[in-house]
Nanobody, 123 residues
C-alpha cells in the first residue's frame, strides 16, 4: 500500500490543522493506522493510532485532548485533527500502516510508511 500525507503548514500557536493520509494500492480497511512525528534532532515518535475499524484509538500523552485521529475506509483516508497547537508540535508528520493491529502501532511495528508533511507552529 502507498501512503501520502498532506495538510501540513505554518500555523500560530493555538491554531488548528487537519492532516490527511491517502492510501492507494490496497484498501486501507485492512490496516491499523498511526501518525508519527519527527522534530529536528529528535527521534521519530508515536502520536496517535486507530484500529482497522476505527473503534479503538490511542494517543501520546503529549497530544491527548488536543489531537483526534479518525478514518474513512470507504475513502481510503485517515485523518489527524490537531487543535490548540503548540510550538513543540513542530515536526514532520508521517502516517503509517500495519497489518497486525493497533497494539503494534509503534515506530518499529509498521509495515508501510508515507512521506511526511511538515507542520510548523509559531509562538
Amino acid at each position: 500500500v502507498q501512503l501520502q500525507a498532506s495538510g501540513g503548514g505554518l500555523v500560530q500557536a493555538g491554531g488548528s490543522l487537519r492532516l490527511s493520509c491517502a492510501a492507494s494500492g490496497r484498501t486501507l480497511g485492512a490496516y491499523a493506522m498511526g501518525w508519527f512525528r519527527q522534530a529536528p534532532g529528535k527521534e521519530r515518535e508515536f502520536v496517535a493510532a486507530i484500529s482497522w475499524s476505527g473503534g479503538s484509538t490511542s494517543y501520546a500523552d503529549s497530544v491527548k485532548g488536543r489531537f483526534t485521529i479518525s478514518r474513512n475506509n470507504a475513502g481510503n483516508t485517515v485523518y489527524l485533527q490537531m487543535n490548540n497547537l503548540k510550538p513543540e508540535d513542530t515536526a514532520v508528520y508521517y502516517c503509517a500502516a500495519n497489518g497486525y493491529g493497533i497494539s503494534r502501532v509503534q515506530v518499529d511495528g509498521m509495515d508501510y510508511w508515507g512521506k511526511g508533511t511538515q507542520v510548523t507552529v509559531s509562538s
